[in-house]
């Protein structure tokens, strides 16, 4: 069976919340998810109270996590140096998340900078993650189309993937649906031009989607060649900056249900996931 990676979300579904989660909650939850089988959990994130109220307990969720017992990895998500720096004091995080947008618009309205700047601010965060002997993830934002007028099109992902990778050395690259206009034909179409022009790339999808869609965007991105995704479970969350009308994530368990049919392996004990499921209803209802 071929493998793939699965992320699963928690920090994305619950970033947008209004009603604040309490953090022994929170750490219960995302300690059940540790047992699950996932390849890596976006748990939180280092970024400003005021821009997300609902993560600024992110230290005090980690420091009750159990680690102890699994092969699970833990993502957070920065915005800007200090949030990389906040970061990097702690160990038990493998990676730092950063959302680089190619959309000159978007990236004002995620980080406060533009693209020139993000890119700055991306070479010193990939300095202090080096140091502290941790890796970045740079979530390619808008990687699908974009809302606001910016220039779009696949040439120009492509390049700043390559730009990236030459310029910085990132080895993870996630195209972020952001807003839930990827469809089978720009999936297939970026995927099968930048999987074969980055081939030491991880290239991952972060796809946001309707219960409707999401199998034909799961099936066109693994035939594409993609074998990391993101998922949330039940499709909880989806980015707080982006347009007003929220896409949810891709649903987990749907993508593990199309994983499972077409013999692909996930390394997701479905028993431990259903549990998960049960915990996640009065969490995000």
């Known amino acids: 069976m071929e493998k793939v990676k699965i992320i699963e979300c928690p920090r994305d579904a619950m970033q947008g919340l209004h009603d604040f989660i309490p953090t022994k909650v929170k750490a219960d939850y995302i300690n059940h998810l540790l047992t699950v089988g996932f390849d890596t959990l976006d748990f939180g994130s280092f970024v400003s109270a005021k821009a997300i109220p609902q993560l600024k307990d ?4 980690l ?8 092969s699970t990895k833990l993502l957070a998500i920065i915005a800007n140096e200090r949030g990389a720096e906040n970061a990097s004091k702690f160990e038990e995080i493998n990676y730092f998340g950063y959302p680089f947008s190619i959309s000159e618009t ?3 309205r995620n980080t406060n900078t533009s ?3 993000s890119l700055k601010r991306l070479e ?3 300095n202090i993650a080096s140091k502290s002997n941790q890796e970045v993830v740079t979530y390619l934002s808008m990687g699908f189309g974009n809302p606001y007028g910016d220039p779009w099109n ?3 992902i492509i390049q700043w993937a390559e730009r990236l990778n030459a310029l910085l050395g990132i080895k993870i ?6 807003i839930g206009v990827a469809n089978p034909t720009s999936i297939t179409e970026i995927l099968k031009s930048i999987l074969p022009a980055l081939p030491k790339v991880e290239i991952g999808v972060h796809l946001h989607t309707t219960s409707e869609t999401y199998s034909e965007k799961v099936e066109a991105a693994y035939n594409a060649g993609c074998r990391r995704f993101d998922g949330a479970i039940r499709g909880f969350g989806g980015c707080p900056m982006a347009e007003d009308e929220l896409v949810g994530n891709m649903p987990t368990e749907m993508m593990l249900h199309w994983f499972e049919k077409n013999n692909v392996s996930t390394g997701v004990n479905k028993q431990k996931l259903e549990q998960a499921i049960q915990m996640s209803m009065p969490i995000f209802n």
């Open 173 to 178: 690259l996630a195209l972020s649906d952001t």
């Open 106 to 108: 978007f990236q004002q």
């Open 124 to 126: 010193n965060i990939c």
């Open 115 to 117: 693209i020139d700047g």
């Open 58 to 61: 992110t230290e005090e969720v």
């Open 154 to 156: 696949p040439d120009i």
């Open 63 to 70: 420091k009750l996590l159990n680690l102890s017992n699994t």
